[in-house]
């Protein structure tokens, strides 16, 4: 059981509602992550649109909805947090992302794995290196990554797999509650962003925040 309450819509504040909306809506689903994180509603407000345009495929990003699932799978494998990974190899496979891939990306001899492209082992390699913090010696493998990818690629691979470790042990930490697979696979339908959803939600947050924080000046 999660250490701390999870905060259903109905119990919420009601100026806070349209927010469950917007995950729903950006998200596919609102997970037990966000009811937990909405115990602090004004960071998971403004961490939601960082955790959708970091992960999901849209046009202002030019990596792969794929990559960015093989990254955040060996992110969440590696640190061993099952929340991140039942909801991720649920998108991965949205992604296009096998189950012989997914067992694979466990094994000690991923990186070896014919199942895997020059650039997903790359990734993967990357993604493992960030979260046991060896990334920054490790100048063999990112010189490798700067001749299959570009520098843009790089910083947004780096940030996502950044991110979920935070996410990783936000959960851990907090014992959030994983749901059922059918709730869990609601994540499938938000492979894709569509940016007016995005647009929507920063107008709606930039309203809503005004409100409660008017300028006095």
């Not at 969440?76 to 998108?91: E, I, P």
């Not at 694979?104 to 990357?126: G, R, Y």
Request: proline share 3%; net charge neutral; hydrophobic share 40%.
């Amino acid at each position: 059981m999660t250490r701390i309450n999870k905060i259903q819509k109905k119990a919420f504040e009601p100026k806070f509602t349209e927010f469950y909306s917007a995950v729903e809506n950006l998200l596919g689903r609102v997970p037990n992550f966000y009811k937990t994180f909405s115990n602090s509603p004004f960071l998971a407000m403004a961490f939601l649109p960082i955790n959708a345009l970091a992960q999901r495929e849209w046009e202002g990003t030019s990596v792969s909805g794929k990559i960015k699932e093989l990254i955040v799978i060996k992110t969440s494998q590696t640190n061993g947090c099952k929340y991140c990974y039942a909801h991720n190899t649920s998108l991965g496979k949205a992604a296009g992302i096998t189950d012989e891939q997914i067992k694979a990306i466990s094994l000690d001899n991923f990186s070896e794995s014919p199942l895997f492209s020059t650039q997903e082992v790359l990734a993967l390699k990357w993604a493992e290196a960030v979260t046991l913090n060896q990334a920054a010696k490790n100048n063999q493998l990112f010189n490798e990554l700067k001749n299959n990818f570009t520098e843009k690629q790089i910083a947004e691979m780096t940030i996502l797999c950044a991110m979920f470790n935070m996410i990783n042990r936000i959960n851990d930490s907090l014992d959030v509650e994983l749901e059922d697979t059918s709730e869990i696979d609601k994540i499938q339908k938000s492979l894709i962003l569509e940016p007016k959803k995005m647009t929507n939600y920063l107008t709606w947050l930039s309203t809503f925040w005004q409100k409660q924080y008017p300028s006095s000046g």
